[in-house]
């Protein structure tokens, strides 16, 4: 279970990144786990706006009147493997709120919303799935996160639980990353390769060390501006492969292990992450991870 914990945050940061880097680029026009109208339905009193696709893994949303809703499939190697990840999920929602269980939404569902006193209201739905995890937060603004909002939300979930196989994940291969890719990084005996979606990959091993690739299409200028920005990791350019490429580590926030090279070609920026969970012999190592770079850099 502490691999599973591991994991999920490291899950948790790519979405991060992703929705980061992606918005800037362009808003998606559909999400392919609910349509526009399908939503409208399941939650008529919000008026949302799809404002990214996150590669087939997931969508995110804003209100109208404020507040924002995330949709997020999580495919698993097996359904052991998912069943494990569904208990972690419903222990740590469980430690922000009170869950009830939810009929209907595909083998099993938790759903619940925070207390009235609480400093970032919530409601939260999450739900199994055969090889899948469903999860759908919406963090409402200027109202309570209670059963009027909690019941229309269930009924999304019951939608996009029946679309969950549309998710463009896969397990075994990625068109970014391969095996060869983890050689000094992640243990190659335990290692899984799961494609996240179009333009992105993760391997992990099962200390859930990890490493991560995500390609977007973005402007030079805007991948220059990433370069020259200023942040909580040191910076270094790495001109042989090109003049927009640099790498960050040494982070005092964040996992201050992990190590990021950003290079960019042809109107697409691709980021390259390393991310151990505790101090590894290539923490912090632009130079090594240049290689994979290198790779990466050469099918852009």
């Known amino acids: ?41 399941a939650m008529p009193a919000l008026k949302w706006s799809l404002i990214s696709n996150q590669d087939g893994r997931g969508c995110i949303y804003q209100a109208g009147r404020g507040g924002t809703m995330m949709l997020t499939v999580f495919r698993n190697p097996d359904k052991d493997r998912a069943r494990e990840l569904y208990a972690t999920f419903v222990k740590t929602l469980g430690e922000r709120m009170k869950l009830s269980a939810v009929a209907g939404i595909g083998e099993e569902g938790q759903g619940g919303a925070t207390a009235a006193g609480a400093e970032r209201q919530e409601a939260s739905v999450v739900a199994l799935s055969g090889d899948y995890i469903l999860q759908i937060t919406v963090h409402p603004t200027g109202r309570r996160a209670d059963d009027a909002l909690l019941g229309p939300l269930t009924e999304a979930a019951r939608i ?24 000094g990084f992640l243990d190659t005996k335990t290692l899984t390769v799961q494609r996240t979606g179009a333009g992105s990959c993760m391997m992990f091993d099962r ?9 977007i299409t973005t402007s030079r200028d805007t991948a220059v501006q990433m370069m020259k920005r200023a ?24 996992n201050g292990n992990a190590v990021t090279i ?25 130079e090594r991870l240049k290689a994979v770079a290198g790779r990466v850099y ?3």
């Open 298 to 300: 050469g099918k852009l």
């Open 1 to 41: 279970m502490r691999t599973l914990d591991r994991l999920l945050s490291c899950l948790a940061l790519f979405l991060a990144m992703a929705a980061v880097t992606a918005l800037p680029a362009r808003a998606a026009e559909t999400c392919p786990f609910i349509s526009a109208q399908e939503l409208a339905r």
């Open 262 to 286: 950003y290079v960019w070609k042809n109107g697409k920026q691709a980021s390259i992450v390393f991310a151990p969970v505790k101090p590894h012999p290539q923490s912090g190592s632009v």
């Open 231 to 254: 942040g909580p990791c040191k910076h270094v350019t790495i001109p042989e492969l090109g003049s927009e490429a640099f790498g960050e580590h040494s982070c005092t926030k964040g």
């Open 160 to 183: 996009a639980v029946g679309n969950v196989d549309k998710s463009s994940e896969r397990f075994g291969n990625c068109e970014w990353l391969t095996a060869a890719d983890a050689d």
């Open 207 to 215: 200390e859930a060390n990890t490493m991560i690739t995500a390609v």
